[in-house]
């Protein structure tokens, strides 16, 4: 055995070796590219550059290594490289080891520095305030829709949605021993708990559920009180140190969460993108069926509508639009254009680089 593998362990030494030169020849031309975007003050991050790259990966990629894999690893490649130039900072819904961190590193790689906040609002005022470059918040469930607090800052802030990431949510149920003995509470985010509702009402349905502001933070009461179980993903308790009494318990096998990332960056064009609008009609017979004809005409696809109360207690509301393409595509330019002239308020929240995933 060990004299057949000692010819291949040989091969794979030569092979890391030519990788780690390249690495570093890589890694050289971004510090030029650093001292180009210092003397142009031009942005370190471009989601569209790097969205551009991840995709050609996986267009070039003959195999055998899987898409997603690679595209992992040229993840952490450009995070690395971007460092070199400048290390950015951002915010996230904390504390660590919520799936709003995962969704961070998802999208910047982990050579970056991180900053968990208490609140969504938090995480805006970070990123407004240039304490973080960037910001990730969650935008929409599959299962339990829209997550308002998010769509009501965004209609508000001066920032832009510059990219968006599009993460399986997959549930545990967890405690500081790994069963359920003397637990008598569960605690969660209220849309983990919706999320798994079904499960729970028919596993432990006398058992106490409690919301709180983040399944990370449930998991953090779990391991310093064992009558508390948390429902939180898998980083959140090995972070924790907590043990998995059930894994994958949320009802929808196919549940998933997207986050947007926000930031003062507004995203050049990737070849495949979205756009956020947020819009009201007037008061007028036909006038939603009138908006939404500016699409149609310029052959836009719309991809989500859905409606938020204005909170101004008179039954107004806001509509929250996303299309297919760039601001910068000449469609899309035109139809936004006829949209505005046509709309009570129009607001483009962004236009950024659809997620990979």
């Keep these: 055995m060990t004299d057949k593998l000692t010819p291949l362990r040989e091969q794979i030494d030569a092979i890391d070796a030519q990788i780690l030169d390249l690495l570093n020849q890589r890694a050289k031309v971004a510090q ?4 180009v975007k210092a003397e142009t003050n031009a942005p370190v991050f471009r989601p569209e550059r790097e969205a551009q790259v991840l995709r ?3 267009e070039r990629n003959p195999g055998p290594m899987g898409d997603v894999e690679l595209q992992t690893i040229w993840r952490e490649i450009m995070s690395a490289c971007r460092s070199l130039e400048k290390r950015v900072t951002i915010a996230f819904l904390g504390p660590a080891g919520t799936y709003t961190e995962q969704a961070a590193y998802q999208q910047f790689g982990t050579a970056v520095d991180v900053l968990p906040c208490s609140s969504i609002d ?5 990123t407004e305030a240039g304490t973080a470059e960037f910001g990730v918040v969650p935008v929409e469930n599959s299962t ?3 997550i308002g607090r998010t769509l009501d800052l965004l209609l508000h802030t001066s920032l832009s949605i510059s990219g968006e990431v599009s993460l399986a949510v997959r549930h545990s149920l967890l405690s500081g021993t790994g069963n359920m003995d003397g637990v008598t509470a569960i605690c969660a985010h209220a849309q983990a708990l919706a999320q798994c509702q079904i499960w729970l009402n028919n596993n432990y349905p006398d058992i106490e559920r409690r919301a ?6 449930a998991a953090r009461m779990a391991r310093d009180d064992h009558t508390i179980a948390a429902i939180a993903g898998e980083r959140a308790g090995v972070r924790y140190g907590l043990g998995t009494v059930k894994a994958n318990i949320q009802d929808d096998p196919h549940n998933r ?9 507004q995203a050049g064009r990737s070849g495949q993108d979205r756009t956020s609008l947020a819009l009201a009609a007037p008061h007028k017979a036909g006038s939603i069926y009138r908006l939404l004809g500016s699409l149609a005409r310029h052959n836009v696809s719309m991809t989500r509508f859905e409606s938020r109360p204005a909170r101004t207690g008179t039954w107004e509301y806001y509509f929250y639009v996303d299309v297919e393409g760039h601001v910068q595509d000449e469609g899309v330019a035109k139809a936004l254009e006829e949209l505005q002239n046509n709309a009570a308020f129009f607001k483009v929240l962004g236009s950024y680089p659809v997620s990979l995933n």
């Design 122 to 126: 938090e995480v805006f005022r970070a």
């Design 32 to 35: 030029q590219v650093g001292h």
């Design 144 to 146: 339990e829709g829209a």
């Design 56 to 58: 050609g990966v996986a």
């Design 212 to 217: 709180v502001s983040s399944n990370a933070e």
């Design 257 to 265: 969460t997207r986050f947007a990332v926000i930031g003062q960056l």
